[in-house]
C-alpha cells in the first residue's frame, strides 16, 4: 500500500496537473528543484552537459505548468532559430521578412490571448459570430513572445549575431526561472553568457582573471545575494500577498453573479484598493526575486525588474522602477520604433499614448486594460507637460513637494489598479464611488480588532518596500553569514508561516495569466 501511494506520489511530481501548476513558492518545485541542483553542481563546468540539462529540465518545467502547450512552445523555438538565421543572412526584403515573422509569432498570442475578445465585440456590434469556446492562455506566452520579437529585431539592426546552435537558442527562451513570468531577458544581456564556464568565488582563480570577461563569475556576495532574493521572494508571494489577496478577493469577487464592492464601506474598499496594490507588487516582484536568485544560484545573471516602484514621485519614475524589463520592452520597440522624441511634442505624446495603450493591452483581453493603459499615457503626457512648465521652480526641491508628489502619484497608480483587479467597469466605478460618498471613519476601529492580520501584513509589506536600500543590503550581508543551520532554520520557519497563513485554494502568480 504504502508502495503505491510512492508511485502516486511520485506520478503526480513528474505529470502535467491543470489544477496544481508549479509555482516557485510550492513544496513541489522545492522538491523538484533540490533535486534537479544536485545533480547540477556535478555538472556545471561540463558547458554542452550543463546547455542540454538546463534546457532538458526549463522544458519539463515549462511541460508541468502547461501540459500540451510544450508542443507550440517547441515549435516557437524552432521557427525563431531559423528565423534569425534567415533575417540575417538575407539582404532583399529584409524588412518584409522581418515583419512577416513578427506576425508568425503573434498569431498564437492573438488567437489564444484575444480571440474571445475581439469575437465578443463583433457581436456586440452586430456580427453574427461565433465564440471561440474553452480557450486555454499557454502561461507565459506574453514574455516569451516578446522575447521572440526583440531578438528578430535586434538581428535585423545588426545589434546582435543570430544563435548559430539550435540547443543554445532553445536554452535562452526556456530558461526556466524566467520563462512564465518574467523578466523580459534581452538575448543581447542573456546568450553571451550561455557558454562561457561559470566559477564560483570558493574556486581559486587570480585578480587579473576576476576582471575578464570570459567567464561568469559569482562571487560569495552575490550568493548570498541570492539566498537573500529567494527567501525575500518567497515571504513576498506566500505570506504578504497569498494572505491579503484574500481581502482583495472579498471585496472584488462576485456572489451571486452580482458584484461585492456594493456590499462593503467607502473605508473596506479603502482598504481592499490598498491590499491589491501591495498584493500585485509583492506577488510579481516576489517571482522576479525569486527568478533572479535561482539564476544566480546557476551561474547566470539577470537583470533587476523592480526598484521599489512605490517609491516615485512621478509616474514617469514609476514605469522606471516598474516592471523594468517591459517598460524598456516598451520605450525600445514601440515608443523609439514610432519616433519617440525626435518629431516633436504633439507626436511625442502620441507615441506615449500608442505605447502605453499596448502596454495596457498586453496585459489583458479586456477594455478596461486599455483604459488602464490609456490612463497611464495620459499620466506620462500630464506630468512630461509639468515638468516642462515648472523645470526651473524652486519649490520642486522642497521635502514638502516630494511628498505632496510621492502621495499624489502612489494613488494615481492605486486608484488605476482597481480597473486592473475588478471584474468589469461597473465594479470598478463602484468601488471608488463607495470610497467617495460612503466613507465612515466609524468603521477604521472595527474593522482593526475585526482583521488585525490583514492590518499587520499590510503594515510590513509597506514597511519593507519604504526601507532604504542599505538596510536591506545589511540584512543580506547578516542571512549570508549565518552558519547552514540558522539559514535552514529561517527558511523552515518561513515555509511554516506560509503553511499557516494559506487559503485552501492554489494561488498561482498573478502574471502568469498575462
Not at 511530481?13 to 523538484?32: A, H, T
Not at 587570480?206 to 567567464?215: D, P, R
Request: net charge positive.
Amino acid at each position: 500500500m504504502d508502495f503505491n501511494i510512492l508511485i502516486t506520489q511520485l506520478s503526480e511530481l513528474f505529470s502535467y496537473q491543470e489544477k496544481n501548476p508549479i509555482l516557485f513558492s510550492s513544496g513541489q518545485f522545492l522538491l523538484l528543484f533540490t533535486l534537479f541542483w544536485g545533480i547540477y553542481l556535478f555538472i556545471y563546468n561540463q558547458i554542452s552537459a550543463r546547455i542540454f540539462y538546463l534546457t532538458a529540465f526549463s522544458l519539463f518545467f515549462y511541460y508541468k505548468s502547461s501540459g500540451i502547450f510544450l508542443a507550440l512552445f517547441i515549435a516557437i523555438i524552432v521557427i525563431n532559430y531559423g528565423a534569425g538565421l534567415w533575417i540575417e543572412r538575407v539582404e532583399k526584403h529584409k524588412g518584409k521578412l522581418l515583419f512577416g515573422f513578427i506576425i508568425i509569432n503573434l498569431i498564437p498570442l492573438l488567437y489564444y490571448k484575444y480571440a474571445n475578445f475581439f469575437v465578443d465585440n463583433a457581436n456586440a456590434l452586430g456580427a453574427d459570430w461565433l465564440r471561440v469556446e474553452n480557450l486555454i492562455l499557454p502561461v507565459g506566452i506574453s514574455f516569451f513572445t516578446f522575447q521572440t520579437i526583440s531578438y528578430l529585431v535586434d538581428i535585423y539592426k545588426k545589434e546582435i549575431a543570430a544563435c548559430r546552435n539550435l540547443l543554445d537558442f532553445g536554452f535562452y527562451l526556456s530558461f526556466f526561472p524566467q520563462l512564465v513570468a518574467g523578466p523580459i531577458v534581452r538575448a543581447s544581456d542573456f546568450i553571451a553568457q550561455i557558454r562561457k564556464p561559470i566559477i564560483f568565488e570558493h574556486e581559486k582563480i587570480s585578480e587579473e582573471e576576476k576582471n575578464t570577461n570570459s567567464f561568469n563569475y559569482i562571487s560569495n556576495a552575490e550568493l548570498g545575494a541570492a539566498l537573500f532574493l529567494i527567501v525575500k521572494g518567497f515571504i513576498k508571494k506566500a505570506i504578504i500577498a497569498n494572505y491579503v489577496a484574500q481581502y482583495a478577493d472579498l471585496v472584488y469577487g462576485t456572489k451571486m453573479g452580482k458584484a461585492a464592492v456594493l456590499n462593503y464601506s467607502g473605508f473596506e474598499n479603502l482598504m481592499a484598493m490598498y491590499a491589491y496594490t501591495l498584493q500585485i507588487y509583492c506577488d510579481f516582484s516576489g517571482y522576479s526575486d525569486m527568478a533572479i536568485g535561482l539564476s544566480m544560484l546557476l551561474g547566470f545573471k539577470l537583470l533587476d525588474n523592480f526598484n521599489s516602484p512605490y517609491q516615485s514621485t512621478s509616474i514617469t519614475e514609476f514605469w522606471r522602477r516598474w516592471h523594468i524589463s517591459l517598460s524598456f520592452w516598451l520605450r525600445d520597440y514601440i515608443y523609439i520604433a514610432l519616433g519617440g522624441n525626435r518629431k516633436g511634442e504633439l507626436w511625442r505624446n502620441v507615441f506615449l499614448m500608442i505605447t502605453m495603450l499596448v502596454g495596457g493591452f498586453w496585459h489583458g483581453a479586456s477594455w478596461k486594460f486599455v483604459f488602464w493603459g490609456a490612463m497611464h499615457g495620459a499620466g506620462l503626457i500630464a506630468h512630461k507637460w509639468w515638468s516642462n512648465q515648472f523645470k526651473t521652480a524652486d519649490w520642486r526641491k522642497t521635502r514638502w513637494w516630494n511628498f505632496c508628489a510621492w502621495l499624489l502619484t502612489f494613488h494615481f497608480v492605486a486608484f488605476l489598479w482597481i480597473f486592473f483587479r475588478a471584474f468589469s467597469f461597473e465594479d470598478a466605478f463602484n468601488s471608488i464611488w463607495q470610497m467617495l460618498t460612503s466613507m465612515d471613519l466609524a468603521f477604521v476601529e472595527p474593522f482593526m480588532s475585526a482583521r488585525p492580520l490583514l492590518i499587520s501584513l499590510l503594515f510590513l509589506g509597506f514597511y519593507t518596500h519604504f526601507v532604504q536600500t542599505e538596510h536591506k543590503k545589511r540584512l543580506q550581508i547578516y542571512l549570508y553569514s549565518l552558519p547552514f543551520m540558522g539559514k535552514l532554520l529561517i527558511l523552515l520557519a518561513t515555509i511554516q508561516i506560509a503553511m499557516q497563513l494559506q487559503s485552501a485554494d492554489v494561488q498561482p502568480f498573478i502574471y502568469f495569466q498575462f
